[in-house]
T-cell receptor
Framework: GNSVTQMEGPVTLSEEAFLTINCTYT??????LFWYVQYPGEGLQLLLK?????DKGSNKGFEATYRKETTSFHLEKGSVQVSDSAVYFC??????????FGTGTRLLVSP | SQTIHQWPATLVQPVGSPLSLECTVE??????LYWYRQAAGRGLQLLFY??????ISSEVPQNLSASRPQDRQFILSSKKLLLSDSGFYLC???????????????FGSGTRLTVV
């Protein structure tokens, strides 16, 4: 079946540090891949997406590249801010239109 | 524009009491609708989804049920809540234009349910 595996959190960084949150997936067919972000007390917001191999999704300084050969979609940001503190979910969707999430990774950024 | 409304935002209910959470979508027709639950320390679990009025698919056997009485209304219910029903419930939708643009789902702001 389809599944998404994310690195365990929390990830604790100082402001302006480099961020990587690992995500790998297992899927039949050719999924679209997403990163969602959940700020404290809120629902989920789409952060970025990639719909085919080698696509790079980017938004708000975050980037992730769809790597079919390694079945990965790692999230990166060159310089994190305190306001980036949130829970980040990697997810995939296939032709059956059911979004499958990873367990989420909490990011804590200190000043 | 398309929006999704979910209420209430927070709810504290005693064990054994009934539950009704409502979700409505505006600005689209015939959306796919979804209920997810996020339990403490865990990821997001798909509970139910619906591709049309009166059509409900259940992903996980449990104490909950869902109904879709109108095209853009999705209701999550329980006759008797359990302690294990506590969590953060999220409604989401998608439609063909959203999928064509690769937008995935749009989520509501969630309901935090505490069963005491």
């Amino acid at each position: 079946g389809n599944s998404v595996t994310q690195m365990e959190g929390p990830v604790t960084l100082s402001e302006e540090a480099f961020l990587t949150i690992n995500c790998t997936y297992t899927a039949t067919g050719y999924p679209s891949l997403f990163w969602y972000v959940q700020y404290p007390g809120e629902g989920l917001q789409l952060l970025l997406k990639a719909t085919k191999a080698d696509d790079k999704g980017s938004n708000k300084g975050f980037e992730a590249t769809y790597r079919k050969e390694t079945t990965s979609f790692h999230l990166e940001k060159g310089s994190v801010q305190v306001s980036d503190s949130a829970v980040y979910f990697c997810a995939l969707i296939t032709g059956f239109q059911k979004l499958v999430f990873g367990t989420g990774t909490r990011l804590l950024v200190s000043p | 524009s398309q929006t999704i409304h979910q209420w209430p935002a927070t709810l504290v209910q005693p064990v054994g009491s009934p539950l009704s959470l409502e979700c409505t979508v505006e600005g689209t027709s015939n959306p796919n609708l979804y209920w997810y639950r996020q339990a403490a320390g865990r990821g997001l679990q798909l509970l139910f989804y619906s591709v049309g009025i009166g059509q409900i698919s259940s992903e996980v056997p449990q104490n909950l049920s869902a109904s879709r009485p109108q095209d853009r209304q999705f209701i999550l219910s329980s006759k008797k809540l359990l302690l294990s029903d506590s969590g953060f419930y999220l409604c989401a939708w998608t439609d063909s234009p959203s999928r064509d643009r690769g937008f995935g789902y749009t989520f509501g702001s969630g309901t935090r349910l505490t069963v005491v």
